[in-house]
């Protein structure tokens, strides 16, 4: 079974086919994207809301991280897995982002790392796709600034807005990015900035104009616990099931219903209780 790889990324954009993308952080998972055949994974800092249990994305450490992309690439074969880089693990320095970028591909198994920001990691990025990292940019609603946003709101909304978003999407283009997540835009802007750009964007409360779509895997099957954004589409309800189903264990298990005979193990022909003690 042959990856999914980020020339493939550019080759969809090429063909005007889709690119599809979701967020896991375990093994079994990874496993189903794999089989579903979604392009590309991303163990996402998202980690930290839907996981952890975190209110932001902040706390996330960078060990939190290599210890769920190292599950998530035991499970997956043919999806381009992607480790996002935690908050302050690339803002110190080139130097130090480079050492942390490559753990995500040396120790973790993933072939491509994520980072949040505009012309401001464009020297970062020079230096991660030189070493031979592949590095997918973010713009838009970058939850690692969200106390410097003021909450989760629609950003490049203004004309101002708008031009510094595309020309902080010129920019990572320039420095390497194979590719650009653009979160929570208007979905016009995110149509112009797709199609200015040489590389796919990946939307995510971004309309239809992208070059693919994202979406935190506990929001598509709801698992979240919270009401779910506007931009997501629930495709089930988890969470209704999973519920339904840990009642009805503890329901049969308190009612002596389970195990039954056929969960039960006999002895062998001849065995006797006696003789096992
Ligand atoms: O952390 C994440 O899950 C993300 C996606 C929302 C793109 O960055």
Same mark, same amino acid.
């Given at each position: 079974? &042959?990856?999914?790889? %980020? $020339?493939?990324?550019?080759?969809?954009?090429?063909?005007?086919?889709?690119?599809?993308?979701?967020?896991?952080?375990?093994?079994? +998972?990874?496993? +189903?994207?794999?089989?579903?055949? =979604?392009?590309? /994974?991303?163990?996402?800092?998202?980690?930290?809301?839907?996981?952890?249990?975190?209110? +932001?994305?902040?706390?996330?450490?960078?060990?939190?991280? =290599?210890?769920?992309?190292?599950?998530?690439?035991?499970?997956?074969?043919?999806?381009?897995?992607?480790?996002?880089?935690?908050?302050? +693990?690339?803002?110190?320095?080139?130097?130090?982002?480079?050492?942390?970028?490559?753990?995500?591909?040396?120790?973790?198994?993933?072939?491509?790392?994520?980072?949040?920001?505009?012309?401001?990691?464009?020297?970062?990025?020079?230096?991660?796709?030189?070493?031979? /990292?592949?590095?997918? *940019?973010?713009?838009?609603?970058?939850?690692? $600034?969200? !106390?410097?946003? *003021?909450?989760?709101?629609?950003?490049?909304?203004?004309?101002?807005?708008?031009?510094?978003?595309?020309?902080?999407?010129? $920019?990572?283009?320039?420095?390497?990015?194979?590719?650009?997540?653009?979160?929570? /835009?208007?979905?016009?802007?995110?149509?112009?900035? %797709?199609?200015? !750009?040489?590389?796919? %964007?990946?939307? /995510?409360?971004?309309?239809? *104009?992208?070059?693919?779509?994202?979406?935190?895997?506990?929001?598509?099957?709801? =698992?979240?616990?919270?009401?779910?954004? &506007?931009?997501?589409?629930?495709?089930?309800?988890?969470?209704?099931?999973?519920?339904?189903?840990?009642?009805?264990?503890?329901?049969?298990?308190?009612?002596?219903?389970?195990?039954?005979?056929?969960?039960?193990?006999? !002895?062998?022909?001849?065995?006797?209780?006696?003789?096992?003690?």
């Amino acid at each position: 079974m &042959k990856r999914f790889t %980020t $020339s493939d990324f550019i080759a969809k954009k090429q063909a005007g086919q889709k690119i599809t993308m979701l967020t896991a952080y375990d093994y079994a +998972t990874a496993r +189903t994207m794999d089989e579903a055949g =979604i392009d590309s /994974i991303l163990v996402g800092d998202s980690l930290g809301n839907v996981v952890l249990g975190y209110e +932001t994305t902040i706390p996330v450490t960078l060990e939190d991280m =290599i210890h769920h992309t190292k599950a998530v690439a035991r499970g997956s074969k043919r999806a381009l897995v992607i480790g996002d880089m935690p908050f302050l +693990t690339y803002h110190t320095g080139a130097a130090e982002a480079l050492r942390n970028a490559g753990r995500f591909l040396q120790e973790a198994g993933a072939q491509a790392v994520k980072l949040e920001g505009g012309k401001e990691r464009a020297e970062v990025v020079r230096t991660l796709v030189e070493a031979g /990292i592949p590095v997918m *940019g973010h713009l838009g609603l970058t939850p690692q $600034s969200v !106390l410097q946003l *003021g909450g989760f709101k629609v950003q490049g909304k203004t004309e101002a807005a708008a031009n510094k978003l595309l020309a902080d999407a010129l $920019s990572l283009q320039d420095a390497g990015v194979f590719a650009i997540v653009l979160e929570l /835009i208007p979905a016009q802007l995110a149509e112009t900035v %797709t199609g200015k !750009l040489n590389v796919p %964007t990946i939307g /995510i409360g971004a309309g239809l *104009g992208c070059d693919g779509q994202v979406l935190v895997s506990h929001d598509l099957l709801g =698992i979240n616990g919270t009401k779910v954004p &506007k931009f997501v589409k629930q495709y089930c309800n988890l969470q209704e099931q999973m519920l339904a189903a840990f009642t009805a264990f503890k329901n049969d298990v308190e009612q002596k219903a389970f195990p039954a005979r056929e969960h039960a193990f006999g !002895l062998a022909e001849k065995q006797e209780v006696s003789k096992l003690y």
